[in-house]
């Protein structure tokens, strides 16, 4: 498997183990939330979205590939349910749930060299009872051509 799908299926195992809040549906293909019932708030899609590579060594021909860095953007698009007088601080605290989640083990199970929140983006598009919070993550991480 390759590297980067290791580090998105690490996000998607971690945010279903957190809590407070406990995200009830958490993958990796993309929801539409007024297809959902109320149990299912708060639900979270992850995807991994644009990367950068960078050779960091030039040994062609060597039989187990040139060391290369990448630096990989995980987006996580949270959907919650509350009312609208709640819906700051329901948004609020999702933020703050995942952000201490993934930054507890920033090396993604030892495949990555570090993992940071670069943007968070909030929304109500939807409808005014649902609120959409888009996290962009930047994980980089290291691997030999042939393993990415």
Sequence with gaps: MSVRNDIAENFVSVIKNATDPQFVLVTRAPIDPQRL????FP???VEALNESRTDL???SGNSS????QSVLTMNIVCFVRTSPEMMDKTRNDVIERMEETLSADQTRGNVADYTEL???TVDNAVED???IIEMAFEVRYRYRTGEA
């Design 129 to 131: 009872t649902i609120g």
């Design 118 to 120: 670069r943007e968070i």
């Design 57 to 59: 060594d030039m040994k």
């Design 65 to 68: 590939g040139s060391m290369r």
């Design 43 to 45: 639900c979270a899609y």
């Design 37 to 40: 019932s109320n149990a299912q």
